[in-house]
């Protein structure tokens, strides 16, 4: 008998705002057969490692400070000139790695062109996001790490409430660095200060001075 049973559809249809469902020894068919089952509720993060399925339900908490974060984003496109082309919390998955997860947020930028246009993004011949967002609220996205390793996303920007930090792919896994790979100059703690600030006169204002920032910080000479 299958280990996917509908008796895990009924605790997910139940899953509080924050909390977290793990599911252990479910094959790679019953993943799949269990996205399409969740197709109604895209809000849900499912992530999948070899048998292991972790199932996160945001807050609205959670959801704001993804939203603003890629909203800082589009601002650094914007500013600096750049393609960005969002895939929000699209699944990536690789049956050969036993491995697939739903970021929180995710962007192109070096690969933009890559995509541009394709509805499904197919790992087997398309490239990973160049960043994948994750909001560390409730509950940690570390667990994730070795997925996006293994499916060669090579910057993760995590953010935990209070600090936001900035990992880079390496040999050995991720490592937290100073600033963005994709957007030379973009360091973890402009995101922060950025979060923190739209905590407290809101999400436009604090745009309007990350956006003040990049043209004097980022800019390319004229």
Known sequence: MSAYTPDYLEAIEHLPDGAMLRLEDISWDDYEQLLEELVERPGLRVSY???????????????????????????????????????????????????????????????????????????RIDPPPDVVVE????????????????????????????????CHLTDEGYAEAPASRSFHGLTAQAITDSIEQSKTQGQSAALATFRQWVRTTMAPEP
């Open 49 to 123: 490692d070899q048998g292991r399925v972790e199932i996160m339900s945001p807050t609205t908490e959670h959801e704001e400070y993804k939203d603003f974060i890629l909203r800082i984003a589009h601002v650094l496109a914007e500013e600096l000139g750049v393609a960005l082309e969002p895939r929000g919390s699209s699944t990536f998955k690789r049956k050969r790695l036993l491995k697939g997860a739903e970021p929180d947020a995710c962007f192109y930028v070096k690969n933009a062109a890559a995509i541009v246009g394709k509805r499904r993004i197919d790992l």
């Open 135 to 166: 909001i560390d609220i409730t509950s940690e996205s570390l667990s994730k790490f070795p997925i996006y390793a293994a499916l060669g996303v090579p910057e993760i920007w995590r953010y935990d409430g209070n600090q936001a930090c900035i």
